[in-house]
């Protein structure tokens, strides 16, 4: 430090710090809960106007915890299903361009439904998913968020489901991908069993499937559930962490198997729940209070006030197939779930808390989508000075943490999804799909069909105004195929002509 004349002191005080030799302040740690399935109503923290009846069925004290610490944001987007969104999240670029559109595990072959489709032609999409080797087929080259901060001295954690690349591909190990550490992850999107009693799946019967939980092999045969042994794990990471840290905490849950976490399933049992719908909703406690424990240690190592945390979801609720009741109504109000491009299947619950630049207990109806959270991360770590291998399309949102009164009406967001997915159901099938404002367009390949929904008056999309309103219809889908053009979008064929389905426009 400069030293100071007694005048100097006197007269100028303010500039006797030479502003060469001030130490900067330390980059926050940085934490990303990234729930599997989570749907926008899995949870006792409303997203809507008003509280809904799963926001009274379901208890997550500590999503209410970090949402009265933090900004809600209400209009928060993923892609319908897992690997596009994963792959946006790590690379900032959208699905249409990236062209991991469906979820990965084989390598090197299109999915059996996408195979077997009646009318449809499937594209080879980039079905290796995210290559840090440049020269493997059929996957996205790109420099990855954990690599860029790994870079910039942050100590990168992954815990949980990794889900980045196919069986045998270099994407399939976090470590290849920018992460220093990888508890748990590989290329599987869901685990065989939530027991370590059942070793989480590791028994001679599932040997040979990609399902069994690899690393946790301490716990197996005992008495716990994996999202408590994921938690374990990464407190412990934690305390072995020297650097600024970003914890990647991609939890497992609640992603079928729907397996009952049984230290919190009498409550919903008693409720009156079926044994599947209480089951799920036991998981979903359970991944709070992992959350909570997480916050505990944070608070009790005084280092609540310099991490930054982030929660999200990588798409909507499970709503097709294997839950209890009525299929398609399990987002109510949201239309479907998840696999569809209705509300229900990309719509999900996001808090951020930022002390000191957050307003603690804020909500903010901006919609943004899952690539932004790419740039919006670097940006909070203060590493601005980066390159990477692909065009980045996520836009950073810290504009909105800063400035809770600022809004943005006209970005256009974008889907495409020239894929198979298997269930049937509102919205789901493949398509192209453009928001801008209140409007949503959605395109389906197979039939060439519109919907237009009025999102701000109708968030169930009840109401298809796609003929009643031809001019919004018309300049939404030119904007799409542009964009689709733009990004040399993948379309699907039709099977008996061979053609190339048409754009939108
Ligand atoms: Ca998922």
């Not at 493997?136 to 889900?163: C, D, R, S």
């Not at 519109?450 to 109708?458: K, R, S, V, W």
């Not at 169930?460 to 889908?477: P, V, W």
């Not at 002509?497 to 048409?502: K, N, Q, R, V």
Request: net charge negative.
């Amino acid at each position: 430090m400069k030293l100071c004349s007694i005048t100097m002191l006197a007269s100028l005080l303010w500039a006797c710090s030479d502003p060469s030799t001030e130490v900067p302040a330390p980059p926050p740690n940085i934490i990303l809960f990234l729930v599997d399935d989570l749907g926008w109503q899995d949870t006792s923290v409303p997203f809507w106007e008003r509280e809904t009846p799963f926001n009274k069925r379901y208890r997550t004290p500590n999503m209410e915890r970090l949402a009265s610490q933090g900004m809600k944001f209400t209009q928060a987007y993923a892609t319908p299903v897992c690997s596009p969104t994963r792959v946006s999240l790590m690379t900032g670029m959208n699905a249409a361009r990236h062209r991991v559109t469906n979820w990965t595990l084989q390598p090197d072959q299109i999915k059996p439904m996408e195979t077997n489709h009646d009318f449809l032609e499937f594209p080879l999409w980039n079905v290796n998913g995210i290559s840090p080797d440049s020269t493997l087929p059929n996957a996205v080259f790109a420099t990855t968020l954990p690599e860029i901060m790994q870079h910039h001295g942050y100590h990168t954690i992954h815990v949980g489901k990794a889900h980045f690349g196919a069986i045998g591909t270099p994407g399939e190990d976090p470590l290849n991908l920018g992460f220093d550490v990888n508890i748990a992850g590989h290329a599987a999107g869901a685990p065989k069993s939530y027991y370590g009693a059942e070793n989480f799946g590791n028994t001679p019967e599932f040997q040979d499937t990609p399902w069994p939980v690899p690393g946790l092999e301490k716990y197996h045969g005992k008495d716990i559930f994996l999202t408590d042994a994921l938690t374990n794990e990464a407190l412990s990471a934690l305390d072995q962490s020297t650097k600024p840290f970003f914890l990647y905490m991609a939890y497992y849950t609640v992603h079928t198997p729907i397996m009952a976490n049984p230290k919190f399933l009498n409550h919903y049992l008693e409720m009156g729940l079926d044994s599947i719908e209480a089951s799920y909703a036991s998981m979903i406690e359970s991944m709070d209070r992992s959350v909570g424990n997480i916050l505990d240690y944070l608070e009790e190592r005084q280092l609540s006030d310099n991490t930054v945390i982030l929660f999200m979801s990588d798409n909507g609720g499970l709503s097709a197939v294997a839950r209890g009741g009525q299929p398609h109504t399990h987002n109510k109000p949201l239309s479907s779930g998840k696999g569809s491009i209705h509300e229900g299947g990309i719509r999900e619950p996001m808090i951020v808390k930022w002390p000191g630049v957050v307003q603690a207990g804020s909500e903010n109806d901006n919609y943004l989508i899952i690539e932004d959270f790419f740039s919006s991360i670097l940006e909070i770590a203060g590493i601005d000075q980066y390159e990477t291998n692909q065009t980045v399309d996520g836009k950073s949102f810290v504009p909105f943490l800063k400035d809770n009164q600022l809004r943005v009406q006209d970005r256009p967001l974008y889907w495409h999804y020239p894929n198979e997915w298997g269930p049937t159901g509102p919205g789901i099938g493949a398509f192209s799909a453009v928001r801008k404002g209140d409007w949503k367009l959605i395109y389906y390949h197979l039939d060439q069909r519109f919907e237009l929904f009025n999102i701000n008056n109708d968030i169930g999309e009840t109401t298809n105004l796609a003929e009643s309103h031809q001019k919004i219809r018309k300049d939404l889908a030119t904007l799409l195929t542009n964009y689709l053009l733009s990004v040399n979008a993948q379309m699907p064929k039709n099977k008996q002509s061979g053609e190339l389905i048409p754009l939108p426009g």
